[in-house]
């Protein structure tokens, strides 16, 4: 029996979700009785205990071998961009075009700043090598391959100890044979070492970008090898026959023998589960247009949620040297849930800058030492130890009373870190860090919707994440929303969305063609193509022929701009809709909806077309095991006083256990409502009820809005 094979037949059975973060691992469990949640402080030096030490405490005395599949999302590609911990690559590529990655883009990210930081290269120049061959823009031969000059570039690899190999030749996406020539050579002298084609990695037009994505994708390439296969050797010794699946930065979740194809469109592992979940708790819910906002340990990452459907896009930027400014970092291709990520998370480290200024973020504690109050080692305060000292954490009830919090430590950081420094008390150091951290996680919320030409006023504020409820309803204030929702099991909630994701690929083809030249037949062979090669995939994964299901659309632009937008198209399977006409006017549509407006008489072209394939995961579903199980019961939590910045003081406050609230409850603000993996926080004047599906529908007093 074949892998895909065994995967169809897996019947029915317990379900994990596991999320890896920067500082905590998140764990969900559901069969047909009902759910469990963890949540574990991650092991940043080897994830896969961590990860090991989060299913134990939820599959109790089953163990991992009464699992029928497990989804995992991981940070190890972000972070491996990010520290610069991946592997050491060398880059082939055509004569002439050695220094690519250090050119880059012509236009800078901040054209007033004469001191411009560029992202270093993941590859050293000495290990950027040259080939004398070349392709014309449509792929014929201009000047054939020297096999004898490829391998004197791969002993030249092999001396320099590469451990991977990211091969991008000049317009290989139209004509890969040169690629596939050189990786066989490569196979022959580097024996064992990873190689990238970007003929397979990026089949995409831009050299700058295609080059880019397959260097990234080579420099983590033996680092993700190394932890799946880790992963898979100790499941397996504990008796796990199941699935195991991966999930990518589109929010789909794939095999380990897919996702080590292109780990590179891991980079968005976790958080795009977040977003998925937040997603699908909405249309359930009814309210599909949502800020879907998951704050975690690390960071807070931001996305929207229009009619049920995350914003995504086919680039993204990793490793941004400037948080806010797009340039700054490494262009990937990567289909992606689109986001935006905010160094502002429980962890988040406070400071006094060298003029007096207090700054929060985007350095973290994270799990080890991790805040002060956690009393690891950790001696510089975070927001979690400003949280803690303004009462909205419950030092006895953390992770359900599995972590004891010390507020002494967190006192005794802020004060020597910013109280002291600032000539005030403790209490305001804390509130500070409080509403400087919601300040920041607003403007970015302020700023994404507003690239997007969205105002986030009449969107439903979704938190979830550790941290994300305790500051939610404080950001909505600020930015004039009016609702609020904390879904059941806030805490994991990423690791409820890994249990959602579908099976999916996404396969693209640069083809450039100018509207007013474009003939339907071409454009409905390739698309065919692409349908074809999309169904082998999801085939190879388990996915039953008649449950498959495919989407087509195409970038496209107006002739002389940088950027294009993603058309959806309208048929799969057929050749309707691929005239120019059509295609102009699915552009116009989703131009306008972007932008606000059209650019009448502009030609208009298309770059590159894409075939999205999607299949339910074998084996069995959340939906088929109980998605709105209850939670269990518990009793009342004592009140005590909480510090509310509009109050401006500590007012008495009820707190609430959320595993005794059933639907219909309703009560006013102040209040605090603990869970074991998060907890949210209402303010005077706010009001909270609990509705069918177990959320908490947060209605927020107005506030000063900026």
């Given at each position: ?413 802020l004060r020597a870190h910013i109280a002291d420094r600032l000539k005030t008390d403790v209490v305001a150091a804390a509130r500070g860090v409080f509403e400087l951290v919601n300040s920041h996680m607003a403007t970015a919320m302020r700023i994404h919707a507003v690239e997007r ?60 063609v100018r509207l007013d030249r474009l003939t339907a037949a071409p454009v409905a062979t390739i698309f065919r193509a692409l349908e074809e090669a999309a169904t082998r995939a999801l085939l190879r994964m388990g996915a039953v022929p008649e449950a498959i299901r495919l989407e ?155």
């Open positions: 029996m074949t892998a895909a094979e065994s995967r169809q037949r897996t019947p029915p059975g317990a379900l994990v979700g596991v999320d890896v973060g920067g500082t905590f691992t998140d764990v969900a469990y559901v069969d047909r009785e009902g759910w469990r949640f963890g949540k574990v402080l991650t092991t940043p030096e080897d994830p896969t205990a961590g990860i090991l030490d989060a299913l134990a405490g939820v599959t109790a005395g089953g163990g991992v071998a009464a699992l029928a599949a497990i989804m995992h999302g991981t940070t190890l590609v972000a972070n491996a961009i990010i520290e610069r911990k991946g592997g050491r690559v060398g880059l082939v590529t055509t004569a002439g075009f050695r220094d690519i990655l250090t050119i880059g883009r012509e236009p800078r990210y901040d054209i007033f700043d004469l001191f411009l930081d560029k992202p270093t290269p993941l590859v050293p120049r000495e290990l950027c090598l040259e080939v004398g061959e070349r392709l014309g823009y449509d792929g014929a031969v201009l000047r054939p391959l020297d096999p004898g000059e490829v391998r004197g570039v791969a002993r030249q690899l092999a001396a320099a100890g590469v451990d991977a190999v990211a091969v991008c030749l000049l317009h290989a996406f139209r004509n890969p044979a040169h690629e596939e020539a050189v990786a066989a050579i490569l196979a022959e002298e580097l024996p064992g070492c990873d190689v990238s084609l970007s003929s397979r990695i990026c089949p995409e037009l831009g050299e700058y970008v295609r080059t880019s994505t397959t260097v990234a994708n080579a420099y983590v390439r033996p680092r993700v090898r190394r932890y799946l296969g880790q992963l898979t050797r100790e499941l397996e010794g504990r008796g796990f026959r199941g699935g195991l699946y991966l999930m990518q930065s589109n929010g789909a979740i794939v095999t380990p023998e897919v996702a080590l194809e292109a780990p590179i469109q891991l980079i968005e592992s976790g958080p795009a589960a977040g977003a998925i979940a937040a997603a699908r708790q909405g249309v359930a819910g009814g309210f599909p247009n949502l800020v879907a906002f998951d704050m975690g340990g690390t960071t807070a990452k931001i996305s929207l949620v229009d009619g049920g459907a995350p914003a995504r896009s086919a680039e993204f930027e990793a490793a941004r040297l400037h948080r806010f400014k797009r340039g700054s970092g490494l262009p990937l291709k990567v289909p992606v849930i689109e986001m935006i990520e905010v160094g502002a998370g429980g962890g988040s480290l406070a400071t006094v800058d060298a003029i007096s200024l207090l700054r929060v973020g985007p350095e973290s504690a994270g799990a080890a030492p991790g805040p002060a109050c956690y009393d690891r080692g950790g001696e510089r305060p975070t927001v979690t130890d400003a949280d803690l000292v303004l009462g909205y954490l419950n030092p006895e009830n953390f992770l359900g009373g599995a972590m004891r919090l010390v507020p002494a430590l967190a006192e005794t950081a030409n969205r105002n986030v006023r009449g969107y439903t504020l979704f938190a979830f994440g550790g941290a994300g409820p305790v500051h939610a309803y404080h950001v909505a204030r600020s930015l004039g929303i009016r609702d609020v929702v904390v879904p059941p099991g806030a805490g994991v909630a990423s690791a409820i969305g890994l249990l959602a994701a579908p099976l999916a690929v996404e396969i693209p083809r640069s083809h450039v087509r659309s195409v970038e496209m632009r107006y002739v002389g701009q940088g950027y294009q937008v993603t058309v959806p198209v309208t048929a799969a399977g057929g050749d309707t809709g691929l005239d120019a006409e059509s295609l102009r006017a699915a552009f116009e549509g989703t131009y306008r909806a972007a932008y606000g407006l059209v650019l009448e008489g502009r030609r208009i072209e298309a770059l590159t077309w894409r075939v999205a394939g999607r299949a339910p995961r074998p084996g069995g579903s959340p939906e088929a095991l109980g998605l709105a199980a209850r939670l269990g019961r518990d009793g009342r939590r004592p009140s005590r006083a909480v510090f509310f910045p509009e109050a401006g003081d500590f007012v008495p406050c009820a707190i609430y256990d959320r595993y005794a609230l059933e639907p219909g409850f309703e009560a006013r603000g102040p209040a605090v409502i603990e869970e074991r993996e998060a907890t949210t926080v209402v303010g005077p004047g706010g009001s909270v009820a609990v509705d069918g599906r177990l959320n908490l529908r947060i209605t927020v007093e107005k506030g000063r809005v900026p």
